[in-house]
């Protein structure tokens, strides 16, 4: 390539400017800002890096209190903190001096910060979580926040695990190194901090896009809530196939035109989504208990009761994950073998409530699909399976 034979000849030049980046201010420069402090600290997140002294550098990243700062200390440039060389990021302005000092650690994109806040302390103040939410940070918990997570952060490892595929686990490593390269397990550890608010973040982001924060119930017809509302409120219907009430409960509209009132229902099982039994099962909680793709437990729980006593199908083919995963029942360590989904057929949406866990093996229930589309007046939309 022509590209790749031009470099060849500028390489040189290319190593000088990147060694220079490294090497300290030229003799004698000034601040900046002020033109009179020597310039000794740098940004490496703001554009072009160029040379503050310690007060004007503070002064200049009141609104960005997690940017890099690295400090010339005569030998290198060695990465110091903005609350190293003296920040505060103050959260209001009426406490002054009497404001309520504390260290807390913020996972932001770029890393861990240990950033020294000012809470405010006046009669009318927000608890200290609602002031850290009020300024983009997840705090990790409700009493005396010690970790908090900025809204960038989350919205970038959302974007992340959709895209790339990344876990957690990947991507908070990943902030350990942009921490401290070097040595990565002198970064403090805060996956689980971070897993917390990554779940609560996305429980609270569902409930925003779905309507149900802005009150959708109030503004839905009446004949439609029972299907929009009464299961899986957050999950978006198919846009396409029809669901109960307006038209579709006119007999003479299905009669007419019978093949655009039906809808094609499908499912099928999936063995390999196992999940093993834990030792605090009962302290696991779900967020979206019966709104989501999932019945609710209890109802669900329920139900299994009710079919204990089917005889099961063991199979005798070694290929069958059905018959061999869940043969033992909880003596194999595993509280759900697989998951059945159903699905319109023509779009390949999955219905609001229509995931189950599998525990029986290969025997699951499609009774909840006929409750979520049968409207209060006994009619429902054609269903073919």
């Known amino acids: 390539m022509p590209a790749l034979g031009e470099f060849s000849k500028l390489e040189k030049l290319f190593e000088d400017e990147l060694l220079r980046r490294e090497g300290p201010f030229k003799p004698g420069e000034r601040c900046r800002d002020c033109l009179q402090g020597s310039a000794v600290s740098r940004c490496t997140d703001c554009f072009g890096r160029q040379g503050f002294c310690d007060a004007c550098i503070v002064q200049a990243h009141k609104a960005l209190p997690f940017h890099r700062i690295q400090k010339w200390n005569g030998l290198f440039f060695e990465r110091v903190t903005l609350t190293k060389l003296g920040a505060i990021l103050a959260f209001c302005q009426c406490c002054g001096s009497n404001c309520n000092r504390r260290k807390i650690t913020v996972v932001h994109t770029n890393g861990l910060h240990e950033v ?22 997840f705090p990790a918990t409700i009493k005396s926040p010690v970790t908090a997570v900025t809204f960038d952060c989350l919205r970038d490892f959302h974007q992340h695990s959709l895209c790339s595929k990344r876990s ?3 991507y908070v490593t990943k902030l ?17 901090e971070f897993m917390f608010c990554a779940r609560l973040w996305r429980r609270l982001q569902l409930s925003k896009r779905s309507g149900q924060a802005h009150r959708l119930e109030d503004v839905i017809p009446p004949e439609c809530k029972s299907v929009l509302l009464d299961s899986g409120p957050i999950c978006s219907r198919c846009p396409a196939c029809p669901l109960p009430g307006g038209i579709y409960a006119d007999p003479s509209y299905r009669c007419f035109s019978s093949h655009l009132s039906t809808m094609l229902l499908g499912g099928d099982g999936n063995f390999h989504l196992q999940l093993k039994d834990k030792r605090r099962q009962d302290e696991e909680r779900s967020l979206l208990d019966g709104q989501g793709f999932f019945p609710r437990r209890d109802s669900f729980d329920e139900y299994i009761g009710l079919t204990s006593d089917t005889n099961e199908r063991h199979e005798s083919c070694s290929g069958e994950p059905s018959g061999m995963v869940f043969r033992g029942g909880r003596d194999q360590g595993m509280s759900v073998s697989g998951i059945y989904g159903c699905s319109c057929v023509r779009h390949s949406i999955f219905l609001p409530g229509g995931l189950v866990d599998l525990q029986k093996g290969e025997r699951c229930v499609l009774r909840l699909i006929h409750t979520l589309y049968d409207n209060p007046n006994g009619q429902s939309v054609g269903m073919q399976m």
Do not use: K, W
């Not at 350990?176 to 689980?192: C, E, G, K, L």
């Open 168 to 170: 957690a686990y990947d």
């Open 116 to 137: 020294e806040i000012g809470l405010c302390a006046g009669a009318s103040a927000s608890p200290h979580f609602i002031q850290l939410l009020q300024h983009d940070m």
């Open 176 to 192: 350990a190194r942009s921490t401290d390269n070097v040595v990565p397990m002198s970064t403090r550890d805060r996956y689980r």
